[in-house]
């Protein structure tokens, strides 16, 4: 069984956009989902991560994603008055599914 959230799944989300309240920087969300993308990607292709990293590196010159990193990828919060970010609460959501998918690639559990 594959886990429930897939690359594809990942390119597609679309946040939603605040103005106020708890809101992170739309750019550091985005490159953090296309890293993401890209390691589901690795999986899905049934390629070993850490192979392709030494082939190509993720944007910023980082190795592919891994569920640890993500887990402990921190965002800055946009204090900004009215500018515009996306949701903490659903992109925090979002990712802890990215993570667990992430892991169960890792893990090697039954697809």
């Known amino acids: 069984m594959a886990p429930s959230i897939t690359s594809r799944d990942v390119q597609l989300k679309d946040f939603r956009r605040v103005r106020t309240g708890s809101r992170y920087v739309i750019e550091d969300v985005d490159a953090t989902m296309e890293r993401a993308a890209h390691a589901l990607r ?3 292709g049934r390629g070993a991560p850490t192979l392709m990293a030494s ?3 993720a944007p910023g010159g980082k ?3 891994t569920a640890d990193r993500l ?3 921190l965002f800055d919060d946009l204090w900004m008055p009215f500018r515009t970010g996306y ?3 659903e992109v925090d959501e979002y990712l802890d599914e990215v993570t667990e998918a992430l892991k169960d690639w890792e893990s ?3 697809r």
Do not use: C, K, R, V
Request: hydrophobic letters at 40%; zero cysteines.
């Open 55 to 57: 082939m190509s590196t």
């Open 63 to 65: 190795d592919i994603l």
């Open 108 to 110: 090697g559990a039954p």
């Open 42 to 44: 690795a999986w899905e």
């Open 71 to 73: 887990l402990n990828t």
């Open 87 to 89: 949701s903490q609460e």
